[in-house]
T-cell receptor
């Protein structure tokens, strides 16, 4: 069935370092949503990418959608301790939403 | 305004019992989703409602799982003959059906943690 793979599974960074998580699919993605889940919390919507090659920025976060719409990435510049949590990408073609397994980010002060 | 609410927040039951999990979506959101999330995993799609009807129930693992949304607002996820493998956090989300991006930005509830002993 349809799968969305995320790497890495987890990453430890020192505060101030950059962080990137990658989302890949063997099939063309309709559009990609990114969510953040804090420890003990629920997923919170960050952004949606729709167009091939699209790049969007939210302060220190940069989201990219691949030209072939088979991959996406989230890059955080100069991580802060408030960035800790798990970042999920999700393929939202139609209404069935397929989430990746997430990348858990640990930030050491 | 109020977000998505789910009750109960925690449910402990015994193997073989029946459970009902409730979701109150954001007022005016016509789309409603149920997910199951196990530790260290992403949310696993179960079912999607548009209004009162289940537009996609392909994620329900078997016929022990059933969900309803009779008036197009509150939804109940029902699990019969629970098994230990059903233990997980059950998340509900709601969204508007938008005609322009972001399509279907989902607002999640806090979840119900189900433990089957």
């Amino acid at each position: 069935g349809q799968q969305v793979m995320q790497i890495p599974q987890y990453q430890h960074v020192q505060e101030g370092e950059d962080f990137t998580t990658y989302c890949n699919s063997s099939t063309t993605l309709s559009n990609i949503q990114w969510y953040k889940q804090r420890p003990g919390g629920h997923p919170v919507f960050l952004i949606q990418l729709v167009k091939s090659g699209e790049v969007k920025k939210q302060k220190r976060l940069t989201f990219q959608f691949g030209e072939a719409k088979k991959n996406s990435s989230l890059h955080i510049t100069a991580t802060q301790t408030t960035d800790v949590g798990t970042y999920f990408c999700a393929d939202t073609g139609g209404f069935k939403t397929i989430f990746g397994a997430g990348t858990r980010l640990f930030v050491k002060a | 305004g109020a977000g998505v609410s789910q009750t109960p927040s925690n449910k402990v039951t015994e193997k073989g019992k029946y459970v009902e999990l409730r979701c109150d979506p954001i007022s005016g959101h016509t789309a409603l989703y149920w997910y199951r999330q196990s530790l260290g995993q992403g949310p696993e799609f179960l079912i999607y409602f548009q209004g009162t009807g289940a537009a996609d129930d392909s994620g329900l693992p078997n016929d022990r799982f059933f969900a309803v949304r009779p008036e197009g607002s509150v939804s109940t996820l029902k699990i019969q003959r629970t098994e230990r493998g059903d233990s997980a956090v059950y998340l509900c989300a709601s969204s508007l059906v938008a005609s322009s991006p972001p399509y279907n930005e989902q607002f999640f509830g806090p979840g119900t943690r189900l433990t089957v002993l």
